[in-house]
């Protein structure tokens, strides 16, 4: 059934399919980047040009490292894949300037 969306000009915002923040196991990048990529193939469409990801609650380093690992596998979907600009992307350089002038 139509709803008026056209997938075309969509850009989808997820967060990286990660473990908890309880979990004891952490997966690895390329774990994350299997399961992430699995998860978008299973759901997204391909008419949808691009995915640009939340960052979770990941840090900067973390959110960095999976993303960089998510493009380097191979993947049936068509997607291109960043980030949305995030706190996580950002949180260093707002810690350095400290909302202070002479830090610019």
């Known amino acids: ?3 008026g969306c056209l997938l075309e000009g969509t850009l989808l915002k997820p967060s990286m399919t990660v473990a908890g923040v309880e979990c004891s196991d ?3 990048p390329e774990d994350v980047a299997k399961m992430t990529v699995q998860t978008l193939e299973r759901s997204v469409p391909c008419s949808v040009p691009g995915i640009t990801f939340l960052s979770g609650g990941l840090t900067e380093e973390d959110s960095s490292i999976f993303l960089n690992a998510i ?3 191979e993947r049936k979907g ?3 894949m960043t980030f949305s600009f995030s ?3 950002q949180s260093s350089a707002l810690k350095a300037w400290a909302g202070k ?3 610019v």
């Open 26 to 28: 952490k997966p690895t």
């Open 71 to 73: 493009n380097s596998i």
């Open 101 to 103: 002038k002479e830090n």
């Open 78 to 80: 068509p997607w291109a």
């Open 1 to 3: 059934k139509e709803v």
């Open 87 to 89: 706190r996580a992307n």
